[in-house]
Nanobody, 114 residues
Framework: QVHVQESGPGLVLPSQTLSLTCTVSGASITSNNYYLNWIRQPPGKGLEWVGS???????YYSPSLKNRAAIFRDTSKNQATLQLTTVIPEDGAVYFC??????WGQGTQVTVSS
């Protein structure tokens, strides 16, 4: 059974870098046709796709965030990390990791505030 879990700090200072990790169990992130997706939901708003990393390491980003977002992976740990630089209060949201369209993590709340 595939399990996806997000982790990271709940509070980030404005202008700092947010780093969130997605850990997958029950499947390998390098398996053919697997994609890890980062999605966020700001308070009172809908879901917003942030970016994705493919099974072979290619990355894709939302045009609105591509200058600040980066996704890395550690295949030895079966993890992918989202980094978002120069955060602003509007980056505060629940961040989800999703494997393909099927497996969602529970989400992790991020607040950007001084």
């Amino acid at each position: 059974q595939v399990h996806v879990q997000e982790s990271g700090p709940g509070l980030v200072l404005p202008s700092q870098t947010l780093s969130l990790t997605c850990t997958v169990s029950g499947a390998s992130i390098t398996s053919n046709n697997y994609y890890l997706n980062w999605i966020r939901q700001p308070p009172g708003k809908g879901l917003e796709w942030v970016g994705s990393i493919s099974y072979d390491g290619n990355t894709y980003y939302s045009p609105s965030l591509k200058n600040r977002a980066a996704i890395f992976r550690d295949t030895s740990k079966n993890q992918a990390t989202l980094q978002l630089t120069t955060v602003i209060p509007e980056d505060g949201a629940v961040y989800f990791c999703r494997m393909n369209d099927d497996y969602w993590g529970q989400g992790t709340q991020v607040t950007v505030s001084s």
